[in-house]
């Protein structure tokens, strides 16, 4: 039967079939699958085993494979392949998406309880809520992962195959830092170069009704230093104005990382900046923002649209890189006076990096930098406290164009935005910096879906989007083999 039938079959069968799909992520959702509380590990593996079980309904052979080490051994990768068809082609996909979830806590500002998934109604008025299902887990990642189950369901129901070559690798720890990640992506590091693309929905749409692709995400460089001086603290009358006084030396340095224009200082830091082409930054201007609006929101005005000179409040989020103290700590910050000059102060500064930056080069140029400014009489101690490298896929990739054109399709001919995001997708970078894989970023969720907060949701209506698109980007990669 030609490609484009199945694909027709298909979407019938995920009509025909929603309620159904609404039920099975319900009952994912009841399942506590916390991460980063040991109390729940036996919960965190059944919620890897029912997302094993759907790949095993698809026509898959999943494997729960362990990770960690026999003293501190981690949750289970779900993780399946799938070899394509006969006479395949096409890409190699590979799907990420992880099954944990983050505590509920607090549990008293839930309107229901966090894992008793509630379908609430939709709300009246303009850009409010739309029908939803209220549970921890509901927009990250569970349901937005289940929409690419029931997309694998459908494909195998109506056309007996999934039509790519295509590998699935669930992760049970993103939301306890992946701390077992980088190894597993190491030891299956054959069987993960041969992934031409990886497919991540774990990311946001631009508004309600305005579908989108995040084609970027920045990576990040985050360190820690510390600076001494005098080895005791000192009493500020009698050694004020004769001594180095680290709080002080720690300020002036640190003020001395951005010039008038608001740039980095640091020797090379623009280096391997790439620039965002004359097309993005004419598609990104007229893509629907109100970022006055944005600043009300946070309680700031219009004047505090500020940043590197020569750049629109966008183009800083998502093509330039940035330099920002995270936290400074020194003397004494309790309550009343203490009048001391400390032997010691600290500050912690991350890094947000664009595309080609690499995050060891950025912190060896920093380290250099410390050096060359080192207040006299007073060293330097440096913590690095890690990173990952920002991913990019170039916007005529034949992967981006694929995932525009379902989007669209699933969408009934909404464009589908082409957007960045100004954080970091630790994974994203994981894979471009270890195994040069760009990411496709197919995300469904909205800016209202309070993730990580109490009463997390997920609207029916991009549950229904995200299965739609699933099923149409694995038409889309299966024509690309011709």
């Known amino acids: ?53 759907r790949l095993r309904d698809a026509g898959l052979a999943p494997e729960l494979r362990e990770t960690g080490t026999p003293g501190a051994p981690g949750h289970p990768i779900v993780w399946a392949h799938h070899p394509g068809p006969a006479g395949y082609s096409g890409p190699h996909v590979l799907f990420y998406g992880h099954y944990d979830v983050q505590p509920p806590d607090p549990l008293e500002l839930w309107e229901s309880p966090p894992f008793e998934p509630v379908i609430k109604p939709a709300e009246r008025g303009e850009d409010v809520p739309g029908e939803r299902v209220v549970a921890r887990g ?23 195959e999934i039509p790519v070559r295509l590998t699935v690798l669930l992760e049970g720890e993103e939301e306890s830092g992946s701390v077992n990640l980088e190894r ?31 084609y970027g995400v920045r990576g990040l460089a985050y360190t820690e230093v510390i600076l001494h001086g005098p080895n005791q603290d000192l009493h500020s009358g009698m050694w004020g104005g004769r001594c180095p006084n680290p709080i002080n030396e720690l300020s002036k340095v640190l003020a001395r990382l951005w010039d008038q224009d608001r740039r980095v200082t640091i ?52 093509a330039r890189p940035t330099c920002d103290i995270n936290g400074i700590v020194g003397g004494y910050t309790g309550k009343g006076a203490k009048t001391v000059i400390p032997t010691h102060a600290s500050a912690k500064i991350s890094f947000r990096l664009v595309a080609d930056q690499d995050p060891g080069k950025i912190v060896r140029a920093f380290r250099g930098w410390l050096d060359a400014n ?43 935005h082409l957007i960045k995001s100004g954080g970091s997708i630790p994974v994203v970078g994981l894979l471009k910096g270890q195994l040069g894989l760009d990411t496709l970023l197919i995300g469904f969720g909205l800016d209202d ?8 949701k997920f609207e029916l209506d991009c549950f229904r989007l ?3 698109t699933h099923a149409c980007l694995l038409s889309e990669f299966a024509e690309m083999g011709g």
């Open 1 to 53: 039967m030609e490609l484009g039938m199945r694909l027709e079959r298909v979407r019938t069968n995920l009509n025909a079939e929603e309620q159904s799909a609404i039920d099975r992520l319900i009952e994912w959702l009841r399942i506590p699958s916390i991460s980063t509380d040991p109390a729940y590990r036996a919960e965190v593996r059944r919620a890897a085993e029912w997302a094993a079980d």
């Open 138 to 160: 509901a927009v990250d990642d569970k349901g937005q992962v289940a929409s690419f189950l029931e997309a694998l369901r459908a494909w195998h129901a109506e056309a007996g």
């Open 184 to 214: 597993f992506v190491k030891e299956h590091d054959a069987h993960l170069r041969s992934c031409d693309v990886c497919v991540i929905s774990d990311t946001g749409m631009l508004a309600r009704g305005e579908p989108a692709i995040t």
């Open 267 to 318: 020797p090379g830091f623009y280096d391997d900046v790439l620039e965002p082409t004359p097309e993005e930054r004419r598609a990104w201007a007229d893509l629907p923002l109100d970022y006055p609006a944005m600043l009300g929101k946070i309680g700031l005005t219009k004047e505090a649209d500020i940043g590197e000179k020569g750049w629109t409040a966008l183009e800083r989020e998502w």
């Open 374 to 416: 080192t207040p006299p009489g007073c060293r330097w101690e440096f913590i690095d406290h890690g990173g990952g490298f920002p991913g990019t896929v170039s916007t005529d990739s034949p992967y981006l164009a694929a995932a525009r054109g379902a989007l669209e399709a699933a969408a009934g001919g909404k464009q589908a």
């Open 449 to 456: 879906d309070r993730v990580h907060s109490p009463n997390e």
């Open 466 to 468: 995200g299965m739609h």
